[in-house]
T-cell receptor
């Protein structure tokens, strides 16, 4: 168990809908990262938050957004969903200093039908 | 910016045979290097990492990887694989300055055949 919790584990929704994925980082970790894993693109970095502030942005679509709350949990919002958004979405967390590695949650499998 | 190339998308190997999973990276700055493993229907787990010092790093389950700066490689090896090693293996890199995100390769699916 990495200590990173993601909910829900599975999500099935229709095209055009909006969903929210939730991530609770390890206790004490200030930084949260979101990744998308799909068969054709592999693991793609979406966005990073550190202590509530956006820190880095990767290949995140404009239809997607994220935030990190004062209690450090993070949410990834996906809207106007398309079939191609079906993927495994991972959250990872790390501490700013000290621990260099990132710890990953089990992921949320999103299926858009 | 960094990038990672995993040269083999799939590697089938017989049980107890040796295996090498190849990884090359590109970066204009100094980096940390990682191998993550993903077992079926699970998240990513850190297998081993290179931060500095000895270029040969080992994991607790018999894997090792060697950092080669001149060849910008970080290949993963195991002298004798088990069925339980069947998984997807991801090589990753990140800058060694600041809390920057990991950049992953596309993964190598290792299938161990009995």
């Amino acid at each position: 168990d990495s200590g990173v919790t993601q909910t829900p584990k599975h999500l099935i929704t229709a095209t055009g809908q909006r969903v929210t994925l939730r991530c609770s980082p390890r206790s004490g970790d200030l930084s949260v990262y979101w990744y998308q894993q799909s068969l054709d693109q592999g693991l793609q970095f979406l966005i990073q938050y550190y202590n509530g502030e956006e820190r880095a942005k990767g290949n995140i679509l404009e239809r997607f957004s994220a935030q990190q709350f004062p209690d450090l949990h993070s949410e990834l919002n996906l809207s106007s969903l398309e079939l191609g958004d079906s993927a495994l979405y991972f959250c990872a967390s790390s501490v700013v200093s000290g621990s260099i590695e990132a710890f990953f949650g089990q992921g949320t499998r999103l299926t858009v039908v | 910016a960094q990038s990672v190339t995993q040269l083999d998308s799939q590697v089938p190997v017989f049980e107890e045979a040796p295996v090498e999973l190849r990884c090359n990276y590109s970066s204009s700055v100094s980096v940390y290097l990682f191998w993550y493993v993903q077992y079926p229907n699970q998240g990513l787990q850190l297998l081993l990492k290179y931060l500095s010092g000895s270029t040969l790093v080992e994991s607790i389950n018999g894997f090792e990887a060697e950092f080669n700066k001149s060849q910008t490689s970080f290949h993963l090896r195991k002298p004798s694989v088990h069925i339980s090693d069947t998984a997807e293996y991801f090589c990753a890199v990140r800058s060694n300055s600041g809390n920057t995100p990991l950049v992953f390769g596309k993964g190598t699916r290792l299938s161990v055949i009995a």
